[in-house]
């Protein structure tokens, strides 16, 4: 552990802009040694991405940046672009957050690692340079390396850019490797191999790794040290073990409970701050009215045996169907009042399609869809119109859910204006929604822009309650939010369900935010349900081999329990090249 | 448990629960007193100048940053008011004959000099940059708007089921053929014969065959918008298709309509001067910058070198503030750096 592969003194990088100068990071310091894995922490804008392109020398021209930055004893700052640019691919190397963006995708995924090859070898010819990418991609774990090699980016699946990308990032036996958020745009099954298979390659590398990462859960089964970023400067830095069971500053706590457990039942305990909630909330209810039986409740939203088929056509003038992919295949469930269904899935389940299927509010291609007890397909338009007010939705990126030209005031007050209220009752309850969400009254002459990604996310609430809605649907609401942020998101829904009686659909990929939140499960994979049930007996005893799978892949934000479920998965053999041989000659 | 090897309850994991304490925890605490507290105050202070500081306060301040933005506006300001003032306070008028002093240089009395005709040339070049002027600013604003209503209308239906894709389709064709008919010919047919009622009528000629590509762009633009969650948001409420197209479309590229007007004005006018010059435009009893340079005598640079120069001078300046505006409202142009 004595060997210092990188060593950051003091680093502070200032951005100029349109209001004064802008700390990005602020006298940060830290040491990475041979072989050690460190993982920078923080919630978005808190300058962990930014400290880390400074060690690439990735930051741009206008960025000012001062301290000192060594990788194995060279100075970056005295090195031009031309030495910096041996040393990147060579000595350091990054695997980025997004897959589809960092692969280029004109060129052959084989090609692209070949040239990570070349270009610091010149001497190896480009055969050898492409047996040698073929060998990477089989041992990360493609398999047909010899065929996946020719094949474009477009054609590998997300988890598959990533591996590849970590080839890449392999290719040269790098000292230092950065990850920043590597699996934040993976599905959760897919972000555990990831993480495993970039865990083993820098164990069989011996290299130091620093992996950039809001996500608590991912770093405990990952990080020797965990440095916890907040604002620009360091809050906390220490072994793994020391930040998740002896932190010593307030926020490292206050981030660690904020994280949604999966592991644990609400009974055993409150470890997060929504679970913590909810759990008020819902004692607070079972205090003042005995719960009515489910059975007994009105049915809100019932589906039967939705289908919604795409055909595949292929032919320019003359289209011909040659297949047809079945996104929703037949699924049924019911919610009922005041009840909190979640459906979860990884990406391309069909979730989306469901919900979509729900709001159009028309007749479905095969399937019943009612609504309070009405077949969509028999609505007049009137009816219809009138029904757009008891069933809404809450997009998931929040950004994007609000228009940024207009104040939020008139982003709440549209489905209103569309169902005809009169502007004093508008006015009064944009008043009471903006106060039924957490934000001020005041607010309603502001922008969207003007808001955080939590605060806009709220008003996106408000919006979808403006007319007293009787069902609200939630597409992945918290997934685009910081830790701490969906926390309070997630009380407020809790909140809302209790105090409003509205009813829930619940759409989410992340079971442990589900957890606290939901009274049933259903737990979707192409197009289907295979599992649905009380969200206990799903996490205590789950029935299907999918939903073993998915919760085995939450990452758990205990570093003992993570250790203990890791697994070797990079090929020793292929890296080393003892088997290159079948790989090309398949090809 | 869920999982066989999750062994969760370390004594140092029990501690940490404990941390979930409301008391302890503020985020818990707030969360819990109230649920709408834990996030929700505005930053303050300097944090706070930043907020609230307006889009177009920002547009403003790099549009005004900007060194061709300043030099195009001072240039375009001189020249409007030259159109506006000059041709009352000058002594000759456009058509004013002064046959003594034909083909004479500039002189105190006739500043720009005489062409061959005894026309007073700065005369005639005021009342042109008047004219062209006024049909650069009009045909620029048609334009736009044309193309406005073609390019949403059409983007905004093309994802509205079988018919829409139909209406979309005619839009998109109607588009295509205006862009292959040769449209310097038919201006050339028509415009002497809609000159004979009013020069005005160069407005909607020029119009008509310049809304094509903008409207292309628009159709593309509006494709994209659509397939945005606050549109999306927008029709699952019930709002009404025309409603989504004027209230969330239309501001979300204004930014953009805006700068193709501004560049569209020097195109509008290069046109009107082009077609003047070679006698198919501007007609007596009006003058253009290109009727003007119409009466060009190589050997005389004054009759001809004058009108050039505020043609020029008057394109550039506008292609400098386009520019300008451009790289004000595009976030990931130069113009952000400091």
């Not at chain 1, 095969?366 to 997009?395: H, N, Y």
Request: glycine fraction near 8%.
């Amino acid at each position: 552990m004595s060997d210092t592969i990188l060593s950051v003194r003091d680093l502070t990088v200032t951005f100029p802009s349109e209001h004064g100068t802008v700390r990005a990071v602020q006298n940060l310091s830290y040491e990475v040694h041979k072989g050690e894995a460190l993982a920078i922490v923080g919630e978005s804008g808190s300058g962990k991405s930014v400290s880390s392109l400074a060690v690439m020398g990735l930051l741009p021209a206008t960025a000012s940046i001062s301290g000192e930055i060594e990788l194995m004893g060279r100075k970056i700052f005295t090195l031009d672009d031309k030495q910096l640019s041996e040393l990147r691919g060579n000595t350091i190397s990054m695997v980025f957050q997004d897959p589809l963006s960092a692969l280029t995708p004109v060129y052959r995924v084989g090609d692209q690692i070949a040239e990570v090859v070349r270009i610091h070898h010149p001497e190896r010819s480009a055969a050898a340079a492409q047996a040698r990418a073929v060998e990477l991609l089989e041992a990360v774990g493609i398999p047909e390396p010899g065929r996946r090699a020719k094949q474009y980016p477009h054609e590998f699946s997300g988890g598959m850019r990533q591996r590849a990308m970590i080839a890449m990032a392999i290719a040269n036996e790098p000292e230092l490797i950065i990850a920043d958020e590597p699996t934040t745009a993976l599905d959760v099954t897919i972000q555990a191999q990831v993480m495993e298979l970039l865990k083993s390659a820098q164990e069989l590398l011996g290299a130091a790794t620093v992996l950039i990462t809001h996500d608590m859960g991912v770093v405990a089964g990952f990080a020797d040290r965990v440095l916890v970023m907040k604002d620009s400067r360091m809050v906390e830095t220490g072994e793994v073990d020391e930040i998740f069971y002896r932190p010593r500053e307030k926020y490292t706590r206050d981030l660690l409970s904020a994280v949604p457990r999966v592991d644990l039942a609400e009974s055993e305990g409150t470890a997060s701050v929504a679970g913590a909630a909810l759990r008020r909330v819902a004692e607070a209810v079972e205090a003042t009215e005995p719960a009515i039986p489910r059975e007994e409740r009105p049915a809100v939203l019932e589906v039967e045996d939705l289908h919604r088929v795409y055909p595949i056509t292929k032919g320019a003038l003359v289209r011909r169907k040659v297949g047809e992919q079945r996104a929703v295949d037949g699924i049924s469930f019911d919610i009922r009042e005041g009840e909190c269904v979640a459906l979860v899935g990884e990406s391309g389940c069909g979730k989306t399609t469901t919900l979509m299927e729900i709001m159009q509010l028309r007749t479905p291609q095969q399937g019943v869809i009612r609504i309070g007890g009405k077949e969509t397909g028999s609505l007049t338009r009137k009816e219809r119109q009138a029904l757009r007010s008891d069933v809404t939705i809450v997009f998931q990126d929040p950004m994007a859910a609000l228009d940024p030209r207009m104040p939020i005031g008139d982003i709440i007050r549209e489905p209103m204006r569309v169902q005809g209220y009169s502007a004093e009752r508008m006015a009064e309850r944009v008043e009471w929604l903006l106060k039924t969400v957490g934000l001020l009254p005041e607010h309603a002459a502001r922008y969207p822009t003007e808001f955080s990604g939590g605060q806009r996310q709220r008003v996106g609430v408000a919006r979808a309650l403006a007319c007293d809605p009787k069902l609200i649907v939630l597409d992945e609401p918290t997934s685009a939010l910081d830790v701490t942020v969906q926390a309070g998101v997630l009380a407020m829904l809790a909140d809302l369900k209790t105090r409003l009686g509205v009813s829930f659909l619940f759409v989410s990929h992340d079971l442990s935010v589900v957890r606290h939140i939901s009274d049933r499960i259903a737990v979707m994979r192409q197009g289907r349900i295979v599992e649905i049930g009380a969200t206990e007996d799903v996490f205590s005893d789950p029935q299907h081999e999918y939903s073993k799978e998915l919760l085995a892949a939450v990452p758990i934000p205990d570093p003992v329990i993570a250790r203990s479920r890791r697994r070797m998965v990079l090929d020793r053999a292929a890296f080393e090249g003892a088997a290159p041989e079948d790989g090309s000659t398949a090809a | 448990m869920t999982n066989p090897s999750d062994m969760r309850g370390t004594d140092e994991a029990a501690q940490l629960q404990a941390h979930s304490d409301p008391a302890e925890n503020p985020v818990i605490a707030s969360v819990l007193n109230d649920p709408s507290l834990s996030e929700q105050d505005l930053p303050q202070g300097d944090a706070r100048a930043i907020e609230s500081m307006g889009r177009s306060e920002l547009l403003r301040r790099r549009f005004l940053r900007n060194r061709s933005a300043q030099i195009g506006m001072v240039v375009f300001a001189l020249l409007v008011l030259l159109a506006i003032f000059a041709p009352m306070f000058y002594q000759y008028g456009p058509f004013e004959r002064d046959l003594r002093n034909a083909l004479s240089g500039p002189s105190a009395y006739h500043w720009f000099g005489v062409n061959e005709r005894g026309l007073d040339i700065f005369a005639r070049t005021m009342q042109g940059l008047r004219i062209s002027l006024v049909i650069g600013l009009g045909t620029a604003v048609l334009t736009s708007f044309l193309s406005v209503v073609v390019g949403i209308v059409a983007g905004f239906v093309s994802s509205k089921g079988r018919w829409g894709a139909l209406a979309d389709g005619a839009l998109v064709n109607l588009i295509n053929l205006f862009l292959v008919i040769p449209s310097l010919l038919l201006l050339m047919l028509f415009s002497p014969v809609l000159q004979q009622r009013s020069w005005l009528w160069m407005i909607p000629l020029l119009a008509l065959f310049a809304w094509m590509l903008t409207a292309r762009v628009l159709r593309a633009m509006t494709q994209q918008l659509v397939r945005t969650e606050y549109v999306e948001a927008a029709k699952f409420m019930g709002v009404h298709p025309v409603v989504t197209m004027t209230r969330h479309i239309l501001p979300n590229i204004a930014s953009w309509i805006i700068i193709d007007t501004t560049l569209g004005v020097s195109g509008a006018i290069l046109g009107e001067t082009g077609l003047s010059f070679i006698g198919f435009g501007i007609q007596y009893p009006q003058v253009s910058l290109g009727t003007v340079l119409q009466d060009y005598n190589i050997s005389a640079p004054y009759t001809w070198i004058p009108p050039a120069a505020v043609l020029a001078a008057l394109v550039i300046s506008i292609n400098l503030m386009g520019e300008a505006l451009r790289d004000a409202l595009d976030p990931t142009s130069g113009a952000s750096r400091l």
